[in-house]
């Protein structure tokens, strides 16, 4: 089983940057691929990025790409979001989750949220304008 925690969220000014990490417990993180999703108030949740489980492979959203950076620590069980030059449409609740274990890297799974079986409770992301 894994679980997850994010953190780093919070109220920053358009065109700033926050870093987002997610902390995950469980012997079988090293094994996961790991994304990133966000949710803002009465849409539905959108994939923003990904990363497989050796960290070689990264996949963007093209709302974020050149803007946000996916990385992880296996040594640290620790997936992480740095966002650049944020704007207000930015603004959501960020949540890490856990592909399916086994899951092959394509790029149609990686942007569904129920090839996803484990997620964190998610953090806050404000950018103001």
């Known amino acids: 089983q894994v679980q997850l925690v994010e953190s780093g969220g919070g109220l920053v000014q358009a065109g700033g940057s926050l870093r987002l990490s997610c902390a995950a417990s469980?012997?079988?993180?090293?094994?996961?691929?790991m994304g990133w999703f966000r949710q803002a108030p009465g849409k539905e949740r959108d994939f923003v990025a990904a990363i497989s489980w050796s960290g070689g492979n990264t996949y963007y959203a093209d709302s974020v790409k050149g803007r946000f950076t996916i990385s992880r620590d296996n040594a640290k069980n620790t997936v992480y979001l740095q966002m650049n030059s944020l704007k207000p449409e930015d603004t959501a609740v960020y949540y890490c989750?856990?592909?399916?274990?086994?899951?092959?890297?394509?790029?149609?799974?990686?942007?569904?949220?129920?090839?996803?079986?484990?997620w964190g409770q998610g953090t806050q992301v404000t950018v103001s304008s």
């Open positions: 469980g012997r079988t993180f090293s094994n996961r691929i």
């Open positions: 989750a856990a592909l399916k274990y086994g899951s092959s890297w394509s790029r149609l799974a990686l942007g569904q949220t129920d090839e996803y079986d484990y």
